[in-house]
């Protein structure tokens, strides 16, 4: 078993000033030189131009049916075969991930945002505020996602705004958690402390130094909650709630697919399954990245 | 507590030898060389002190004579314990050594232990590392060792978890875990930093006596001149990863050679003491008294007279600035509860410096924020520029509150690092001078930073790119961006290296004389308290023990308590300290109740 | 704090969240078109027959009253009636939770007995080839969602190899379903994989942590081996926040356990959910939503009884 680490105090730390690099650059060049992060990012953006630039380049028709060639395996016509009721199955894949980006995204940023405003104000007011807030998101965290969307489903078929509303009101409780404790940890220290003692304003102290301060851990939170987001959303086509035909995203593909799944049409089924993971992973690798960069506590 | 009181070192063989010793850190940025070229030894029976500020590769030293740097340190050169190598010695090898013949005492108590594992247990681990003995006899020895070095009840006290002893009291656990096996060497780093000033003393007191009963060596890190004059034999000074000079303690802090040793003994705060039945007149700055022969001190350079008796700024004309009458804090509920204050009165008058000085628990941070505000009384009144606080709200309450200036112990978390320097010295002016243009509020912001004596241009630039000591002086330039009447400053440099400590305390001085200012101050260090403040109130437990003229209270003492206190506080003149000691615990020994602090 | 003091505490809290898990199922309940006598009654009411339930069961009272009836039926344990099934929601539940209970069990606890050691050996060996492999296949088991998991698993170990059964046995009873324990392992594979990518790297995290803390400088410092330091010290006090974390996972594991049962057909309270979910059977939907809430509350009760256990520091409320 190797020898512990043991990160000794670095000598010369307390009255020496350090360099001049700010910490916006430190970050970024840290960042950068996490492999997996950078990869991730790289597998972002080759979604974000397959599914946005592709079809404009590989262009197919996704509305009308084409029943005379339903099932067909991978070929020089479509690279990756076609679908149940004749679609491309190459060009699904780009019109799908379209939705699943973008209501991943909205979705995320729409949680985290939520989970923001809720988080600092029970964190800065305290006491019994604080405590019912959190009772709130504790009853939240308590019943599934899943369980509530398909309750929801079975009351409203959403479009794609409803959608991303859904999704987001019931990610928002784990951002919640960890804003609170930044702002339970930015508010006693010590430049707030004495912003107040010398008069400023709760306004003040929040507007200028808690929420500045708590920009590195909000954006790795975005981050991870776009993967979740993502992640939801198939799960969520896959049960036959997401988006109707023949608007589809990578869930409902797979859930198309599955069916097939006994009858060996392979490409009906790996194709979106390996972009989800893709691009969930990808996501989750820069969020990681982007946490050790900033030097931010939160989702192990 | 030496063998040999005449200083001279016994035949045997050096216990610790470092011949040419460096030490270089890879970090992700640089390589930063922490340790040049350091030859020292260390023979059995005698107490080496290595002496130095924030940076200078002390505890690097100390760390690389156990082998215990991190991973990404090199070493180059050679330290050898009893004998034995161990620049280059393999895990197992260094394992079999630590522990048993070389074994160390760490700064801070708080994080030196298991928080899980009960306190008996520890021990025993170490000498079961060494030792074949069942776990029986382990435990017995461990509470042997628990009573050797003054924990009561140690046989209830072994089945303790470390949450549930006081600071000194887990100095003393890891004290008794590094003499389990009796080493022939004893490094000490910083073992008293993080303690009490009594508790300070206690704990010298023991390693001193463990150390003479198994003619121990000892290395000694410190970077507290007081600590040196009364523990070590001999010292050695250390700048920038370097030795710059060594030799017997009565030679290094009495006569010394180098430059920077001089500054640095000419930096540090010296406490003045009176002997019993003489009476000194309090404008004599620089005198050491005591017992023994009476020596002078260095003359230091253009050291402002702080002394009680001077007035500086108006004398007590005025109503008070601030006013607590008693005032009581109480946090928790019933059993539990907790009086951080009881029934605490003092007053501050326009002009003039209190010193509220206690250790740690005695509430006079505390009572600092309840005169700024900032935590509000269970019981009595807190009165600011003669209003009482509990009768304002909302604007009123802030309006008196631009009346203020805050200075607080961390320099890091003193200033947002998000902002400029300029951006952070402005903010009161944001908050109380909206009416300013945004010209009129720069030109403030450059003159206030002129006067606290750092440029002009420092206003562009961010806070992490300052040392500790520009930090301290920036967030005393935002302090006086308004010219408040009251200073409010808690342990304002205690963060801070001595030599940089003088600087700052010194600029606060010169601008109180000219500003006009009062100030609160608030301190565990007597001697800042002694130079700075004109009245002092000693605090313990939430109480004031006693209060008044800064000469009187700290030359005279009224009550035991304070009495102790500046006993227990060392000087760093090892004649006087070791007078002083003798009385010190002649005075334990004739009215003591044993204490684990 | 003293144990009565933070039992009750706890509970106290507990039951807050659960009331306020109760206004939220009887708000949804009240969301439905056509309200809870729709719900109730079923999609094919008349209008007529909604109108006279209204009234039998006082659904023209404000609805604070309502709720209070609400809370009184629950308290009694009524939970409805299905429809679909044309049988008590309690009594429907009651027979297939223990099913999925033993699912969820087993999954968390082979992903706990995986995730912990692997979160440690990975701390060990940090920023290492090993570290860096097992985060990415973490990684990967996250962000997979559990159905294509399962189904590669069915497809990989049920058809191409055929070694597991693919469908879980059916049947009432609970040893009807443990009859064949090979039927079991798909299922509890695809269910744990999440819980090993997440608890590994919240162990890995916490050693990590750990291993830089000044009590392991003072045990080296002693004589003590890495070894040693590890299994004596670092690991207990590791555990405390994974610990700490159990309780939330819970209803992540009842999601999985959803999915988990709809793919391999598993008659456990999941695959109850999901069928009523098809059928828009509401009683069913929102009883199994409130137990499931339950029992995450429980479960977080439980992982805290459990943390002061481990830690004594909770206990003193000092930790």
């Keep these: ?50 599914c946005f630039v592709g079809p404009l380049v590989y262009s197919t028709d996704q509305t009308h049916t084409a029943l005379q060639q339903v099932n067909l395996s991978p070929s020089g016509n479509h690279w990756l075969g076609t679908d149940a009721v004749g679609h491309d199955e190459l060009g699904r894949l780009m019109y799908g991930g379209k939705v699943s980006l973008v209501v991943g995204l909205a979705a995320g940023v729409l949680a985290t945002v939520i989970g923001t405003l809720w988080g600092a104000t029970a964190g800065y007011a305290g006491g019994w505020i604080d405590a019912a807030m959190m009772r709130v998101v504790d009853a939240g965290i308590a019943i599934p996602a899943l369980f509530i969307l398909l309750v929801v489903s079975a009351i409203t078929t959403p479009g794609l705004a409803g959608m991303i509303l859904i999704l987001g009101l019931v990610s928002w409780l784990v951002p919640s958690r960890l804003i609170r404790a930044e702002t339970l940890s930015l508010k006693n220290r010590d430049y707030v402390l004495t912003l107040r003692a010398i008069g400023g304003t709760h306004a003040r102290a929040i507007l200028r130094h808690i929420l500045p301060n708590s920009v590195s851990t909000i954006i790795v939170a975005t981050t991870f909650q776009i993967a979740d987001a993502i992640l939801l959303v198939a799960y969520v086509s ?40 893709l691009v969930v992973w990808a996501f989750n690798a820069i969020g990681d990245g982007l946490r050790d960069a900033f030097d931010v506590r939160g989702r192990g | 507590m030496t063998a040999q009181p005449d200083g001279t070192a016994t035949a045997a063989e050096p216990i610790l030898e470092l011949d040419d010793l460096g030490v270089v850190f890879t970090t992700e940025s640089a390589r930063v060389p922490a340790v040049r070229g350091v030859s020292l030894r260390v023979r059995p029976g005698e107490t080496l002190a290595l002496v130095g500020e924030s940076g200078s590769g002390k505890s690097t030293v100390a760390l690389a004579a156990m082998g215990l740097l991190s991973g990404n340190a090199r070493v180059t050169g050679r330290a050898a314990v009893a004998g034995t190598d161990i620049v280059g010695a393999d895990e197992a090898g260094l394992a079999r050594l630590r522990g048993r013949t070389v074994s160390m005492v760490f700064q801070e108590p708080a994080t030196a232990l298991d928080p899980l594992t009960r ?11 060494h030792h074949d003995v069942t776990a029986q006899d382990a435990a017995a020895r461990a509470v042997d060792l628990l009573r050797r070095v003054g924990i009561p009840e140690p046989e209830r006290r072994a089945s303790a978890y470390p949450f549930e002893l006081s600071g000194g009291q887990r100095q003393r656990v890891v004290i008794a875990m590094a003499i389990a096996n009796d080493p022939a060497l004893l490094i000490a780093d910083e073992p008293t930093t993080a303690l009490d000033v009594t508790v300070q003393a206690e704990i010298l007191d023991l390693l001193r006596r463990l150390a003479a009963e198994t003619g121990t060596g000892v290395l000694l890190v410190t970077h507290n001149m007081g600590v040196v004059a009364d523990f070590a034999d001999r010292v050695a000074v250390m700048y920038q990863g370097r030795i710059v000079e060594s030799g017997t303690v009565e030679d290094v802090l009495l006569h010394p050679t180098h430059d920077y040793t001089r500054r640095l003994l000419a930096a540090v705060p010296r406490l003045t003491v009176a002997p019993t039945g003489e009476r000194r007149p309090a404008g004599e700055a620089r005198t050491v008294t005591g017992r023994g022969p009476q020596d002078e001190g260095e003359p230091v350079g253009a050291r402002p007279d702080g002394e009680s008796d001077s007035t500086s700024g108006g004398g007590a004309a005025g109503e008070p600035v601030v006013e607590l009458r008693d005032v009581s804090v109480v946090y928790g509920r019933g059993k539990r509860a907790v009086r951080a204050l009881d029934g605490v009165s003092f007053v501050v008058r326009p002009g003039e410096t209190l010193g509220l000085v206690g250790e740690s628990g005695s509430g006079k941070s505390t009572a600092a924020r309840v005169a700024l505000g900032l935590i509000g009384p269970n019981a009595g009144t807190v009165s600011l520029f003669g209003t009482d606080l509990a009768r304002t709200r909302g604007r009123a309450r802030r309006a008196l509150r631009a009346g203020i200036g805050v200075v607080l112990q961390d320099p890091v978390a003193s200033l947002d690092a998000r902002m400029t320097v300029g951006s952070c010295v402005a903010e009161p002016l944001l908050v109380h001078r909206r009416e300013m243009s945004a010209r009129d509020r720069r030109s403030r912001v450059e003159d206030v930073l002129e006067q606290v004596r750092l440029p002009r241009a420092l206003a562009r630039r961010a806070p992490g790119e300052l040392s500790g000591g520009q930090r301290q002086r920036v967030s005393l330039a935002r302090a006086l961006v308004l010219e ?38 608030v301190s565990h260090d007597l001697a800042v308290v002694q130079h700075f403040a004109r009245r002092v109130a000693v605090m313990r437990a939430g109480r004031i023990e006693e209060q008044g003229p800064t000469g009187e209270t700290l030359l005279h003492p009224e009550t035991d308590y304070t009495r102790r206190l500046l006993a227990a506080a060392p000087v760093p003149d090892p004649v006087v300290q070791r007078a002083r000691r003798t009385e010190r615990l002649a005075a334990l020994a004739a009215g003591r109740t044993e204490g684990g602090a | 704090m003293s144990t009565s003091t933070f039992l009750i505490r706890r509970v106290l809290q507990a039951l807050a969240v659960v009331a306020i898990v109760t206004i939220v199922v009887f708000a949804l309940l009240h969301a439905l078109p056509g309200g809870p006598a729709r719900g109730i009654l079923g999609p094919q009411a008349t209008a007529q027959q909604i109108a006279r339930f209204n009234h039998e069961q006082g659904l023209d009272k404000p609805l604070p009253v309502q709720y209070f009836y609400y809370l009184d039926q629950l308290l009694h344990g009524d939970l409805g009636t299905s429809y679909t099934l044309n049988a008590p929601v309690s009594r429907l539940i009651g027979e297939r939770l223990p099913k999925t209970l033993v699912l969820t069990v087993l999954s968390a606890v082979t992903g706990l007995l995986l995730a912990i050691p692997l979160g440690m050996w990975q701390a060990v060996r940090r920023n290492r080839p090993v570290d860096y492999v097992i985060t990415t296949l973490s990684f990967i088991a996250y962000s997979t969602p559990v159905y294509f998991l399962g189904l590669v698993l069915v497809l990989v170990f049920s058809q191409v190899l055929p070694w597991f059964p693919s469908q879980a046995p059916q049947g009432d009873s609970l040893a009807d379903v443990l009859s064949d324990p090979r039927a079991l392992v798909l299922p509890v594979v695809a269910g744990a994989a999440s819980m090993i990518a997440v608890f590994s790297r919240y162990m890995r995290a916490a050693t990590l942590e750990n291993l830089s803390e000044d009590y392991v400088r003072t045990a080296r410092a002693g004589g003590a081996r890495s070894r040693a330091i590890l299994r004596g010290h670092v690991f207990r006090n590791s555990l405390t926040p994974v610990v700490a974390m159990l309780g939330y996972y819970v209803p992540v594991l009842f999601g999985g356990a959803l999915v988990v049962e709809q793919l391999f057909n598993y008659p456990g309270m999941g695959l109850l959910f999901w069928s009523a979910a098809q059928a828009s059977d509401y009683p069913v939907l929102l009883g199994c939503v409130l137990v499931i809430a339950l029992a995450t509350v429980v479960g977080t009760l439980l992982a805290d009884i459990v943390q002061r256990v481990i830690d004594p520091r909770v206990k003193a409320g000092r930790a």
């Design chain 2, 484 to 521: 408040p009447r009251l200073l409010v400053a808690d342990e304002p440099t205690s963060a801070l290296d001595v030599s940089v400590q003088e600087a700052v305390l010194e600029v606060i001085t010169e601008l109180q004389d000219d500003l006009g200012f009062a100030c609160l101050i």
């Design chain 2, 119 to 129: 306190v008996g247990g520890q021990i025993s681990e170490v000498i079961r590392n």
């Design chain 1, 1 to 50: 078993m190797s020898a512990i680490l043991q990160p000794a105090e670095l000598p010369g730390a307390t009255d020496t000033p350090h360099e001049g690099a700010s910490g916006v650059r430190l970050a970024v060049r840290r960042f950068l030189r996490n492999r997996l992060a950078v990869a991730g990012l790289c597998v972002v953006a080759f979604f974000v131009l397959f």
């Design chain 1, 238 to 277: 896959y049960l036959g709630l997401g988006v109707q035909p023949p608007s589809t995203d990578w869930g409902g593909m797979l859930a198309a697919g599955l069916n097939a799944a006994y009858s060996g049409y392979w490409w009906l089924i790996l194709p979106p399954g390996l972009a989800i993971i």
